[in-house]
């Protein structure tokens, strides 16, 4: 998956994540300095949407400051009305150049969706819309490109029926090494 439009965005999140690799992150002291002239408004300039992984967030990630970054997060990235209807806010009233979906490796939904039994009732719905997009005897690698690219395909879809032409990109967090890696 290629960066065709946004691709300033993607290459902020990118600096912002060579920095956390660095150990050379910033985000907290700009925050904190940052603060009055956010009180009038946020400018985001990408929306993401990650897992609620605590190993997974994309403020730390991507070293955003407050205002940077507009975040969706659920368990497998699972879109549901409310994390759409946050999606349309993002896409249409903040106008972000960018939806970056963003899958990780040893991400514990995916593999509750290949061993669903005992699952409570919401669990479950989220698993059985994950196993949808997923090939019969794919890898753990393979089911979390496919159920980003199959929420990747959401967020368009969501997109183009506000009218808006955001482009939309899927990545990967690398669990073990803290990188970031589009699709
Ligand atoms: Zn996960």
């Not at 960066?3 to 600096?15: D, I, K, Y």
Request: proline share 3%.
């Amino acid at each position: 998956m290629a960066v065709t439009g946004g691709e300033a965005s993607w290459s902020r999140l990118m600096e912002g994540n060579g920095r956390f690799l660095s150990g050379a992150a910033r985000a907290s002291r700009e925050s904190l300095s940052n603060i009055p002239t956010l009180l009038k408004a946020q400018a985001p300039h990408a929306a993401v949407i990650a897992c609620s992984d605590s190993r997974v967030s994309p403020e730390i990630i991507f070293d955003a400051a407050l205002g940077e970054i507009f975040t969706i997060r659920t368990a497998g990235q699972v879109l549901d009305r409310a994390a759409l209807g946050s999606l349309e806010y993002a896409v249409a009233h903040l106008k972000v150049e960018l939806v970056v979906v963003l899958g990780h490796t040893n991400c514990g939904m995916l593999a509750a969706t290949r061993a669903p039994r005992g699952l409570e009732t919401n669990l479950k719905w989220m698993a059985d819309g994950i196993a949808k997009c997923l090939e019969a005897d794919g890898s753990a690698a393979e089911d979390a490109a496919a159920n980003v690219g199959h929420i990747a395909g959401q967020c368009k879809t969501l997109a183009q029926s506000l009218g808006f032409s955001t482009p939309v990109v899927g990545a990967i967090y690398e669990l073990s090494s803290g990188a970031v890696g589009l699709l």
